[in-house]
């Protein structure tokens, strides 16, 4: 149905570190969902919202993935639940299962700016 959207949270698994700074990709599953615009166009930034306060969203729609980086110049330390997606549903297509989706941590970092390893995240549908 026309005007559809889908609302998709992405989550973090830290490992028990504190996360200040995260570079994660989202692979949606194209033909079943979709962000309007490409790249960093202001379409594609109005559908991240749910940011924590005091950190700074950048995203890249490559219209596959999504890559979106959060960072903070302080000692915040981000929550579990880091942001939602606000995807438009496509024409015809099947509702999309969580399974549908993947996330990858590309980079982490503590508020000293040190790599992280063994952070996670993970995507849920309502």
Not at 31 to 40: E, F, R, Y
Not at 44 to 59: D, M, T, Y
Request: proline fraction near 6%; include cysteine; aromatic fraction near 6%.
């Amino acid at each position: 149905m026309a005007g559809t959207t889908v609302s998709a949270s992405v989550n973090l698994d830290s490992g028990g570190q504190a996360v200040s700074g995260i570079n994660v990709f989202v692979d949606y599953p194209e033909g079943l969902v979709s962000i309007p615009g490409s790249g960093a166009v202001s379409t594609v930034r109005q559908r991240i919202s749910n940011v924590p306060g005091g950190f700074l969203s950048s995203p890249n729609d490559l219209d596959y993935g999504l890559i979106e980086a959060l960072g903070t110049g302080g000692m915040s330390e981000l929550p579990a639940k880091i942001f939602t997606i606000t995807f438009d549903a496509c024409v015809g297509a099947a509702a999309p299962s969580t399974a549908d989706f993947v996330c990858v941590v590309k980079n982490a970092v503590d508020s000293q700016g040190s790599e992280l390893s063994g952070v996670k995240c993970s995507v849920s549908l309502p």
